[in-house]
């Protein structure tokens, strides 16, 4: 029996209201509580919250700094990766030039430097 479902992750970035409407803009969802310091968006299966914070982002795949955690969006399939790719860079996401296993999933980095991936796979 779990003690507590997880309900939540929480980033921490410089600017919480910018980055949250980039994931809104990913994810769906909406902005259910904003302040200069925390931004917290309610999407499903769970929320995103931004925290305020001047801290280096991780620098995918540099492990001089190590990432700390990543977010995973699945897509219904690996042939609409360049399609879903070329649309959330459109909203400001970057791509780095590493790309371990590009026919399956995609990383990418958010406006603030945090690495997430587009995927097909499961599991």
Avoid: K, N
């Avoid at 991780?58 to 399609?83: I, M, Y």
């Avoid at 790719?85 to 590009?102: H, I, M, W």
Wanted: net charge negative; charged share 20%; aromatic share 8%.
């Amino acid at each position: 029996m779990a003690i507590a479902p997880l309900t939540s992750v929480t980033l921490d970035c410089p600017d919480p209201a910018a980055l949250a409407s980039f994931y809104r803009d990913v994810a769906g969802g909406e902005i259910v509580y904003s302040s200069p310091e925390f931004v917290f968006l309610a999407c499903a299966p769970l929320g995103l919250g931004f925290q305020r914070c001047e801290a280096r982002a991780a620098r995918w795949p540099d492990a001089t700094e190590p990432l700390r955690v990543h977010l995973d969006f699945r897509v219904d399939s690996p042939d609409r990766l360049d399609e879903l790719e070329a649309r959330v860079v459109a909203l400001g996401a970057r791509r780095p030039s590493s790309q371990p296993r590009p026919g399956s999933w995609r990383v990418l980095l958010d406006p603030a430097g945090h690495p997430f991936c587009l995927t097909s796979v499961t599991g």
